[in-house]
C-alpha cells in the first residue's frame, strides 16, 4: 500500500508568480591601482621568519595499582637430607657425613674456597674496607643551605564543600591518622544543608577519609587524647563539647548539654594531664575556660571568667581565642584572647582571684595561636596581627623577639616538636613559613606557597617531619619537611639558650631604665607638689585664696601701669631733651 | 681428608673467626665449628640467601656467576665462598 500525503493549498495563498529574465554580466565598479598609495608603505626586506621544528610533546599521567606487599615467616625445617636417612638419627647422620668427606670433589672444592676465603679474612684484619673517609665533610655541607631544599608537598585532602579547616590533631601513636575539624567560621554564612562533619583522614589514603564524626553542630576544634588514642574531644560551634571513642563509631559517644556549655564558639579545646586522664578544658569567646570530664559531660567541673579584673565578672570578660598547655607544668596554663592579651593562669589557686596570675599585652588584634617551645619551656610564641612574637614568661612588658610585620595577617603557628629554634606559621594569603631563628631573625627561613585561599591551622606530627595545614576551601595540605630542618643539630640547644637569655636580659635592662625614668618623673612631679604645698598648707580657705587671687591681679596691674609710664616718660624724655 | 683439616684450622686460626660451616647443595651442614642450633639456622638462611644471590647474578648476565658473597652486619661479618656442589661460611667478628 503506498503511503501518500495529500496537501492542498489555494493558489491565491502562493504569491506573486517569479518571473525570471536573463540578462548579461556587467560592470558595476571598477578600481583601478593607484600606485601613489603604495608610498604609504615601506617594503619590507628581508623578512625574519620563524620556524619551528621541534618534537611534539604531550604530557601523561600514569597512577599504577598499588603494590601490596606482606611480611611472611619462614620456618626452617632441616632438609635436604636424602629420602633415606633419618635427620633425626645421629647415626645415620654422621654415616652420611663421613661419606661425604671422605669424596674427592669435596677435598678439592673446600681447600680451593678456603683460599679464596683466607684472602678475605686476612683482608678484613688488616684493613677495615668499609671505612668512610672524609666524613666530617658530609656533615659541613648539610648545614643551612637547608632552606633550597624543599618541603615537598605530599598530599591533599580536599573537601567538595566549601568550610574552612579550623582544626587539626595527629594521631598521637606515631601520627598516621589527622583529625581536622571542618566549620564555616564567618557569620550566618553555613547554610542548612552544609554537612556539619568532620573527619578522620589517612596520611596514605587522600582521597577518602578513613573515619567521618558527626556532631550536632560543625566542630571548631579537635584534639586527640594523647593518653588514649581512640578517644577524641571536639569543640562545636554552638559552644558543646562534643566525646568521641573511633572504636565506637561516628556519632558521639557524648555531647555536653547546652545550658551549661559555652555560649560562643569553642574555640579551642585540650587534654588535660591527670590521674585519671580523662580531664579536658575548653576556651571560648564567651569568655570562660571549662573544665570538663568526659565521663560526665552533662556539666563542667570548673569554671573560670577571663575577667583581668579578677572579679569574675562576665560582661568584662576578654573572649578567648586559644590556649596553650604543657604536660610538664600541670599547674599553669596560659589563654590569648580576643583583645590581644595574653593571660597567664593557676589551675591550684584557692580563689577565683588569684586563678588569673598576670596577663600580657601582645598583640593588636586576637591572639590566634599561642604555643610554648617543647625544650624552653618558660618562653612561648604568639600570633596574631601581622607578627609572631616569642615571649618569656618574667617579661611582662613586651616580648622579646618578634618578626617584621607581614604583608598579611598570621593565622597560626607553632613549634617543632624536634628543633628547637624552629617554628612554622600560616598566613592568610596561603603561605606557611618556616622560621629558623638561629639562622635568620628577619625573614622566614623557607616560604612556601601552598595554595591560593587562606590558611588557617597548621599542626606538626610529634615527628617533626609532617606537617598538616588547612585552608579556607577546606584543603588540608600535608607536607613533608626536609632533614634539615627536622633534625637537631649539634649545639643548638645551649645557641638557643643562651640567646632567649640575651634577648630576656635586653628586655629587663629596658624595663628597668622604663621604671627609673617613670619613677624619676613621679619623684620630680612630687617634689614640686611638696614646695607648693609648703605655702599652701597654711592658705586652705577660700576666701583667703581669693584675696590672694585679688592681690596678685592688682599686683599686675600695678605693674603694668608702671611699665607705661616709664615708656611715656622715656619717649617724652627724648623728645624734650634737645 | 688432611687438605681440608688443615684448611680448616689455618681459617679457624685467623684473628676474629668465630665459625665455619661447610654446607652442600641441598643445604646439609657436612663439617661445622659451631653448635648444631646455630648451624642449623645459618645453613638453611644462608643456603637460600646464596641461590637467590646466584640466580640474580645469572639472570642479569648468564656468563657471570658469583664467585664470593659478603655479609657484613653491626656485629660481625658472614662470608660466603659459593662452589658448583658445596658453599663455605665463615662468620668473622672484624677487629675494628
Avoid at chain 1, 676465603?117 to 666524613?135: G, P, W
Avoid at chain 1, 618578634?402 to 617543632?416: E, G, K, N, P, V
Avoid at chain 1, 638561629?438 to 617533626?464: A, I
Amino acid at each position: 500500500m503506498e503511503i501518500v500525503h495529500v496537501y492542498s493549498k489555494l493558489r491565491a495563498e502562493f504569491g506573486r508568480q517569479c518571473l525570471f529574465s536573463d540578462r548579461p554580466a556587467e560592470l558595476l565598479v571598477d578600481v583601478p591601482p593607484d600606485p601613489s598609495l603604495a608610498q604609504h608603505f615601506i617594503q619590507k626586506k628581508p623578512r625574519d621568519q620563524a620556524l619551528q621544528a621541534c618534537l611534539d610533546m604531550s604530557e601523561h599521567q600514569v597512577n599504577t595499582k598499588r603494590f601490596e606487599s606482606e611480611s611472611r615467616g619462614i620456618n626452617h625445617v632441616e632438609g635436604g637430607w636424602p629420602k633415606d636417612i633419618n635427620p633425626h638419627e645421629m647415626e645415620q647422620t654422621i654415616r652420611f657425613r663421613k661419606k661425604v668427606e671422605k669424596d674427592e670433589l669435596y677435598v678439592t672444592s673446600v681447600v680451593q674456597l678456603g683460599q679464596g676465603m683466607e684472602h678475605c679474612i686476612r683482608q678484613n684484619n688488616a684493613v677495615d674496607i668499609y671505612q668512610e673517609y672524609l666524613e666530617e665533610e658530609e656533615e659541613e655541607e648539610e648545614e643551612n643551605q637547608v632552606a633550597p631544599s624543599i618541603a615537598s608537598t605530599q598530599n591533599v585532602y580536599p573537601n567538595e564543600l566549601k568550610r574552612t579547616v579550623t582544626g587539626l590533631s595527629w594521631h598521637p601513636d606515631g601520627g598516621r591518622k589527622l583529625a581536622a575539624a571542618y566549620s564555616c567560621l564567618e557569620f550566618q554564612k553555613s547554610s542548612r544543608d552544609l554537612s556539619v562533619d568532620s573527619y578522620i583522614w589517612d596520611v596514605e589514603n587522600p582521597n577518602r577519609p578513613e573515619m567521618t564524626l558527626r556532631p550536632p553542630s560543625p566542630l571548631v576544634c579537635l584534639d586527640y587524647n594523647p593518653k588514649d588514642p581512640h578517644t577524641l574531644l571536639g569543640g562545636a560551634y554552638n559552644g558543646q563539647i562534643v566525646y568521641w571513642d573511633t572504636r565506637r563509631g561516628s556519632t558521639p559517644v557524648e555531647v555536653s548539654s547546652v545550658e551549661t556549655s559555652h555560649r560562643d564558639p569553642t574555640y579551642k579545646i585540650l587534654w588535660v594531664q591527670s590521674k585519671t586522664g580523662t580531664d579536658a578544658f575548653s576556651a571560648s569567646t564567651d569568655g570562660q575556660v571549662l573544665w570538663w570530664d568526659v565521663r560526665k559531660l552533662s556539666e563542667p567541673t570548673d569554671r573560670l571568667v577571663l575577667d583581668p579584673s579578677r572579679e569574675g565578672n562576665l560582661d568584662q570578660a576578654l573572649g578567648a581565642v586559644s590556649l596553650e598547655f604543657e604536660s610538664t607544668m600541670p599547674t599553669k596554663f596560659m589563654v590569648g584572647t580576643e583583645q590581644g592579651v595574653v593571660i597567664s593562669c593557676n589551675r591550684k589557686a584557692k580563689t577565683p582571684a588569684e586563678k588569673i596570675v598576670c596577663t600580657y599585652d601582645s598583640h593588636h588584634g586576637p591572639v590566634y595561636a599561642l604555643q610554648r617551645n617543647p625544650f624552653f619551656p618558660k618562653n612561648f610564641l604568639t600570633v596574631g596581627d601581622w607578627t609572631a612574637r616569642i615571649w618569656s614568661e618574667d617579661i611582662r612588658e613586651s616580648s622579646i623577639m618578634w618578626t617584621r610585620y607581614q604583608m598579611s595577617y598570621l593565622s597560626d603557628a607553632c613549634w617543632s616538636p624536634v628543633r628547637p629554634s624552629v617554628f612554622f606559621s600560616v598566613k592568610m594569603d596561603g603561605t606557611l613559613d618556616v622560621w629558623d631563628i638561629l639562622f635568620k631573625q628577619n625573614d622566614p627561613t623557607l616560604s612556601l606557597k601552598v595554595c591560593d585561599e587562606p590558611l588557617y591551622s597548621l599542626r606538626l606530627q610529634d615527628n617533626g617531619r609532617l606537617v598538616a595545614c588547612g585552608s579556607q576551601g577546606g584543603g588540608a595540605t600535608l607536607l613533608e619537611v626536609c632533614a634539615g630542618l627536622s633534625t637537631l643539630q649539634k649545639n643548638e640547644k645551649s645557641l638557643l639558650a643562651s640567646m632567649f637569655e640575651r634577648e630576656t636580659k635586653r628586655e629587663k635592662i629596658l624595663e628597668a631604665r622604663q621604671r627609673e625614668i617613670r619613677l624619676k618623673e613621679r619623684s620630680r612631679s612630687e617634689q614640686s607638689r611638696s614646695e607648693d604645698g609648703g605655702r599652701e598648707d597654711g592658705e586652705d580657705s577660700p576666701d583667703q585664696l581669693i584675696a590672694r587671687a585679688e592681690k596678685d591681679f592688682f599686683s599686675v596691674v600695678e605693674a603694668e601701669k608702671r611699665k607705661r609710664r616709664d615708656r611715656e616718660e622715656q619717649s617724652n624724655g627724648v623728645r624734650t631733651k634737645p | 681428608m688432611a687438605e681440608v683439616e688443615e684448611t680448616l684450622k689455618r681459617i679457624q686460626g685467623q684473628k676474629g673467626v668465630q665459625g665455619i660451616i661447610i654446607v652442600n647443595s641441598e643445604g646439609i651442614p657436612i663439617k661445622t665449628t659451631l653448635d648444631n642450633a646455630s648451624t642449623m639456622q645459618y645453613a638453611g638462611l644462608l643456603h637460600q640467601l646464596v641461590m637467590k644471590a646466584r640466580s640474580t647474578v645469572r639472570d642479569i648476565d648468564p656468563q657471570n656467576d658469583l664467585t664470593f658473597m659478603r655479609v657484613r652486619s653491626k656485629k660481625n661479618e658472614i662470608m660466603i665462598a659459593p662452589d658448583k656442589d658445596y658453599f663455605l661460611i665463615v662468620i668473622q667478628n672484624p677487629s675494628d
